[in-house]
């Protein structure tokens, strides 16, 4: 797993921004939580390119990914005004390619990667607000996606016709949290999804997290859980068509 600097200066945003609002905010009026882990994906689908006569292929290799994510969320106490999560993470899909991509034609066939740093600004509403030992969030997801394609040492983006560098794409959001009665456990599920002409993206997770009450101020907690993406974006000639999934394993921080 390979953290380059603008990951670690994006993680350490969230976190950093988490921490300075956590020691300022009371529990009676504010609430804020953190989280760091990593996501064990493995992907899978295509990369395609068509132009007239002139196409392109690329498959996934399918190989393991470990990376990492950061997430932090922001509650208040005013009803009008849309609570605020934020969330990072990266993608990575190594395959094969073959075929021409824009004015680039690739050597018999060469091994390809496919890098998504994903940055989601979610506002939402609690309709339920552990009402019931059960929380529901509604709300609206700004997905940015900056998108890094290469073969050895030669960007691929800048060979396609069509800039793929920076993709922004709105997503409905809904969150369901339940706490189990007399136990430090709670199950919680999320999903952001939109489908429109031949575009579907989607991002959902299920987990169960295990809070240590040991302090009324600052709770430490561990998540487990299990992510599913999927992209599938038309770009004009070119088609990505991926789908990442795995197992990930955090730590969070309640104020």
């Not at 394609?149 to 983006?157: F, K, P, S």
């Not at 189990?180 to 002409?197: C, G, H, M, N, Q």
């Not at 809070?211 to 993406?229: K, N």
Request: aromatic residues 10%; contains cysteine; glycine residues 6%.
């Amino acid at each position: 797993m390979n953290i380059n600097y603008p990951l670690r200066k994006k993680l350490l945003t969230i976190l950093v921004c988490g921490l300075m609002f956590g020691t300022t905010a009371n529990a009676d009026i504010a609430r804020a939580e953190m989280g760091i882990g990593t996501w064990m994906q493995t992907p899978s689908g295509t990369i395609s390119y068509t132009d007239g006569a002139i196409t392109g292929l690329d498959t996934s290799d399918e190989n393991n990914e470990m990376q990492l994510y950061a997430w932090l969320l922001i509650k208040h106490p005013v009803p009008i005004i849309p609570n605020l999560r934020l969330e990072y993470v990266e993608t990575l899909n190594k395959g094969t390619a073959t075929g021409t991509f824009g004015s680039y034609t690739f050597p018999a066939s060469s091994t390809t990667e496919l890098s998504m740093s994903q940055i989601d600004i979610i506002a939402y509403y609690n309709i339920l607000d552990n009402t019931g030992w059960v929380t529901l969030d509604l709300g609206l997801d700004i997905k940015i996606i900056d998108i890094s394609y290469e073969t050895g040492n030669t960007d691929l983006v800048s060979k396609l016709p069509t800039d793929i560098s920076s993709i922004v794409i709105p997503l409905g959001y809904i969150r369901a949290r339940a706490q189990i009665p007399a136990t430090d456990f709670a199950v919680e599920a999320d999903l952001k999804y939109i489908t429109y002409s031949t575009t579907t993206v989607y991002d959902a997770r299920i987990k169960v997290d295990y809070t240590l009450d040991i302090s009324p101020v600052v709770q430490p907690a561990i998540e487990i859980g299990y992510r599913m993406q999927k992209f599938k974006l038309d770009e004009d000639e070119l088609i990505i068509n991926t789908d990442y999934s795995g197992v990930y394993l955090g730590m969070m921080l309640r104020f």
